[in-house]
Antibody, heavy 130, light 111 residues
Framework: QLQLQESGPGLVKPSETLSLTCTVS??????????WGWIRQPPGKGLEWIGS???????YYNPSLKSRVTISVDTSKNQFSLKLSSVTAADTAVYYC??????????????????????WGRGTLVTVSS | QSALTQPPSASGSPGQSVTISCTGT?????????VSWYQQHPGKAPKLMIY???KRPSGVPDRFSGSKSGNTASLTVSGLQAEDEADYYC???????????FGTGTKVTVL
């Protein structure tokens, strides 16, 4: 069955760029019509949506993080990735990748028709510290 | 982008029911039927329990039900069981500017 697995450095220095990859197994990102997302959770705190991407590359970003976030997709590797720049201690969190609902493209733009996450990776803790 | 408001805690005895509220605005909860609920056990990833206000994914017991009235959504867990003790988060589509927002979370304790 479909599985998601986050990978990347567990420790990032302040002001540097956090980079994580989510590998999807048991199914193809490009043959489906799903959006794929990143969500984070600081230790002991609640969930925060970071952003989502369609296999075509169309993205949605949390406006509070948009200036620092880039989400990309590599269909040849069945992966999608997160980059968060200029990190501080406040970016310390467990980062989850997840499958969002269906999307479609029309007139050159793509849209999500489902706003929920039905399949999650196990999460990876990223600590920002010097 | 403000988080949706949930009570910090809720509790009930085994077999009883517990209802968790999720209050937003007309720009998120009240404006769209895209409310979902997640269950999270300690150290685990969240699990989708309800989507689009009241739909249950395959495999989720029918003890879990969702509803919405105005700007407030609710999750009811009937026939509480020990394994229902967890944190619960609501979420909602929040329009073409903010897109998606989570609730503050509620810790459910089975007494």
């Amino acid at each position: 069955q479909l599985q998601l697995q986050e990978s990347g450095p567990g420790l990032v220095k302040p002001s540097e760029t956090l980079s994580l990859t989510c590998t999807v197994s048991g199914g193809s990102i490009s043959s489906s019509s799903y959006y794929w997302g990143w969500i984070r959770q600081p230790p002991g705190k609640g969930l925060e949506w970071i952003g989502s991407i369609y296999y075509s590359g169309s993205t949605y970003y949390n406006p509070s993080l948009k200036s620092r976030v880039t989400i990309s997709v590599d269909t040849s590797k069945n992966q999608f990735s997160l980059k968060l720049s200029s990190v501080t201690a406040a970016d310390t969190a467990v980062y989850y990748c997840a499958r969002q609902g269906l999307g479609y493209c029309s007139g050159g733009s793509c849209y999500s028709t489902s706003w929920y996450f039905d399949l999650w990776g196990r999460g990876t803790l990223v600590t920002v510290s010097s | 982008q403000s988080a949706l408001t949930q009570p910090p805690s809720a509790s009930g005895s085994p077999g009883q029911s517990v209802t968790i509220s999720c209050t937003g605005t007309s720009s998120d909860v009240g404006g769209y039927n895209y409310v979902s609920w997640y269950q999270q056990h300690p150290g685990k990833a969240p699990k989708l329990m309800i989507y689009e206000v009241s739909k249950r994914p395959s495999g989720v017991p029918d003890r879990f039900s969702g509803s919405k009235s105005g700007n407030t959504a609710s999750l009811t867990v009937s026939g509480l069981q020990a394994e229902d003790e967890a944190d619960y988060y609501c979420s909602s589509y929040a329009g073409s500017n903010n897109f998606y927002v989570f609730g503050t979370g509620t810790k459910v304790t089975v007494l």
